[in-house]
């Protein structure tokens, strides 16, 4: 037939096309769809209220629970890297049923906020992480009933302090995690209330009750002492609950927002993507790290192949921003 389009290379010419384009390194960097940087990347971080040194987390080889100090040398470090922003979390000496170091002044994470601000103006995003059950006795992320049920309504109230007082403190972007209904209407009014009317939100909008997290909370010591977290965090079978949870977070104000996990829910990620125009961050969590950790350590897997390989997955699928404990590592691969 004349006219037709003939594609030349052996056999099978149709299948050829793809093996001529992935024939050398520099090839395959021309051609690829997904490019990694270390401003993608933002590292979550725990400070710890009375140690004097750095407590290393079983669970997590190679992340630690921070003294003032070390985190102050971390923080530069990162911004050395090239990476975002910082997330933080806070681990107080004293928790009490409403989380009351939460917002106080001199509670640990406030500090801490304080001194990277202080250390590093607006050379990273301080992001702080919004949720009690850091600072709960109970472990839970609101205040609960007598009879144990987390109370949305009353948490609320405290999510407003709290993120006034992480506003005052020196967070650039606070993040609500708690999942609570109407969270960020609140903090939003809590905030602009403040005169924090600069201060974006990044919503967890997207939380899922995952067994991904254990780890983290050796990290965060905020494991709740009864029942589990799956009446206000996100049922994994579930798709459209995630899209609605995101436009009831952009409705109510939210900035930018989360997906978590980030690894295991990659549809997830993809389908916010495609139903927002605010940026999409995906959070690399704890039990994601672990595992791979845990099996490079054993010899089972290439580390540094499978990380790089993990967090392209999550861009591939369209996250604009990545929350992973392997930031600072990864940025320095990427240089
Ligand atoms: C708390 C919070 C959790 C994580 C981030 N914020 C734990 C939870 O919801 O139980 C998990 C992060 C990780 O596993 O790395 N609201």
């Keep these: 037939m004349t006219g037709e389009v003939r594609l030349t290379g052996g056999a099978n010419p149709g299948f050829a096309r793809g093996r001529r384009l992935r ?16 401003a993608d990347f933002v590292l979550p971080v725990f400070v710890k209220e009375g140690i004097s040194d750095a407590v ?11 003294t003032l100090d070390s985190l102050r040398k971390a923080a530069h470090e990162a911004a050395e890297a090239g990476i975002s922003g910082l997330m933080l979390f806070g681990i107080p000496a004293e928790k009490d049923p409403v989380g009351s170091q939460a917002d106080a002044a001199d509670g640990i994470v406030n500090v ?12 990273l995003v301080l992001m702080a992480d919004l949720c009690l059950c ?3 006795d109970h472990g839970h992320c609101g205040v609960v009933t007598p009879a144990g049920v987390v109370d949305n309504d009353p948490t609320l109230d405290r999510y407003a302090a709290v993120a006034i007082a992480q506003a005052q403190a020196g967070a650039h972007v606070i993040a609500p995690s708690g ?3 109407g969270q960020v209407a609140a903090i939003r009014a809590g905030l602009d209330s403040a005169a924090f009317t600069e201060t974006p939100i990044l919503a967890y909008a997207a939380k899922y009750a995952s067994g991904f997290y254990g780890p983290f909370r050796e990290a965060a010591e905020g494991a709740p002492q009864f029942g589990d977290r799956s009446t206000y965090q996100m049922d994994p079978p579930n798709t459209g609950e995630a899209l609605r949870e995101v436009a009831q977070d952009l409705a109510e104000g939210a900035d930018a927002v989360m997906v978590k996990p980030a690894g295991p829910y990659l549809d997830i990620v993809a389908r916010v993507v495609d139903a927002v125009d605010v940026p999409v961050s995906a959070y690399q969590v704890s039990g994601e790290y672990a595992m791979i950790e845990a099996a490079a350590a054993n010899g089972w897997i290439d580390r540094q192949r499978a990380v790089l390989e993990s967090l392209t997955a999550i861009r591939r699928a369209g996250a604009g921003s990545v929350l992973t ?3 600072v590592e990864a940025a320095r691969w990427l240089r």
């Design 23 to 38: 024939s050398t390194p520099a090839m395959r960097r021309w051609t690829a769809q997904t490019r990694l940087a270390p």
């Design 56 to 66: 290393p987390i079983s669970s997590m080889p190679g992340v630690v629970q921070h």
């Design 325 to 327: 404990y392997w930031a």
């Design 134 to 136: 850091e600072y709960t």
């Design 179 to 181: 999942m609570m209904d």
């Design 112 to 123: 801490a906020l304080q001194q990277l601000r202080a250390d590093l103006g607006d050379e």
